[in-house]
């Protein structure tokens, strides 16, 4: 057992039996929480990259629309639309445990229902330009909270993943081999005085039956 020192007793190997049994179980727990991470992970990779594609082309769409709104306003007209808005948002953070992993879940509320009130302005000096703009980053607002959301579970997934990856090769490549060494070694030394002690026994069983014949001789 490299550079481990065990004591050949009995009790010392019951006690590493029971260890190696522990490990062999948390391995393999281990490895089936590692692989359904690792499940849940690429499904949330594959979701990201559908949202963030999404998420792309309606910023792309929205600032196209500022830019065509911009050049068809004036920008005193244009800053003054947009300095009062009407709605605000509100947003509220929560947990949810995955194979424990805490992933965020984020839910926001507007401050009123009607969906007419993203817009701060009246429509009599505005382009319609501007209207869609302000409509493309409302419709994006929620794929956009989902894709951080997605996101930060995929970044704290994969530090888990990581974390578990390690602790199984800890078990399947140091605990559990030096263990098994150490229960050999034990057993090897527990049969060694085993044996010498059936010797010893055996040599003074013989030593006991030669002096009893050398006594019978004497008396007769």
């Known amino acids: 057992m490299a550079n481990v020192v065990v004591n050949p007793t009995r009790m010392e190997l019951t006690r590493l039996k029971k260890k190696l049994g522990t490990a062999r179980r948390g391995h393999k727990l281990l490895k089936d929480k590692r692989d359904e991470l690792m499940r849940q992970f690429l499904d949330l990779a594959k979701r990201n990259m559908e949202l963030r594609l999404k998420v792309e082309e309606g910023i792309k769409k929205a600032n196209t629309n500022f830019v065509i709104a911009k050049a068809g306003m004036s920008e005193p007209t244009l800053n003054a639309a947009m300095m009062a808005p009407k709605q605000s948002v509100s947003l ?26 993203i817009y ?7 382009s319609g330009e501007l209207d869609d703009a302000v409509k493309s980053l409302s419709d994006v607002m929620q794929d956009m909270l989902e894709l951080a959301e997605v996101e930060k579970s995929c970044q704290l997934m994969a530090a888990e ?4 990856r390690r602790r199984v090769n800890a078990l399947e490549y140091v605990i559990i081999p ?15 005085n085993e044996r ?3 010797v010893r026994l055996m040599k003074v069983k013989d030593m006991m039956l030669e002096e009893a014949h050398h006594y019978s001789e004497k008396r007769d």
């Not at 098994?180 to 057993?187: H, S």
């Open 178 to 192: 030096n263990t098994e060494e150490g229960i050999r070694y034990i057993t090897m030394k527990l049969d060694e």
């Open 161 to 164: 993943i990581e974390r578990t």
């Open 196 to 198: 010498s002690t059936q």
């Open 120 to 126: 701060s302005y009246g429509f009599a000096f505005t």
């Open 92 to 117: 509220e953070c929560s947990t949810k445990n995955v194979m424990s992993v805490d992933i965020p879940q984020f839910t926001f509320k507007t401050k009123t229902a009607d969906e007419n009130d």
